[in-house]
């Protein structure tokens, strides 16, 4: 079956780094343009980064630019996402999702969607 794993989640303090881990299976993750989205508790789900099909490009939005890095193992058919220098606004759940696309500065995953992992950024 086609499923997004999302791992690496965990609690941290703030200026320190996690590294998250989605693995994809049933299906080739590096036939995708993939990206990693964010939902902090009562506020709207927002993506962070992303990562080409094509050519590797990436993208980060500005809050998480110079922080945050998003990479492909095709090898092993993962996209991770390492983050450091962590503030607490970068608390929330993390999802990993395919078929993702810019519109208007914003991202959005038209394809597959993993069931999260959790950040938790605090003293």
């Known amino acids: 079956q086609v499923r997004l794993v999302e791992s690496g989640g965990g609690l941290v303090q703030p200026g320190g780094s996690l590294r998250l881990s989605c693995a994809a299976s049933g299906f080739t993750l590096d036939s995708w343009t993939v990206g990693w989205f964010r939902q902090a508790p009562g506020k709207e789900r927002e993506g962070v980064s992303s990562?080409?099909?094509?050519?590797?490009?990436?993208y980060y939005v500005p809050s998480v630019e110079g922080r945050f890095t998003i990479s492909r193992d095709n090898v092993e058919n993962r996209v991770y996402l390492q983050m450091n220098s962590l503030k607490p606004e970068d608390t929330g759940v993390y999802y990993c999702?395919?078929?993702?696309?810019?519109?208007?500065?914003?991202?959005?995953?038209?394809?597959?969607w993993g069931q999260g992992t959790q950040v938790t950024v605090s003293s």
């Open positions: 990562i080409s099909k094509s050519d590797g490009s990436t």
């Open positions: 999702a395919t078929d993702v696309w810019r519109i208007d500065g914003r991202l959005l995953g038209r394809g597959y």
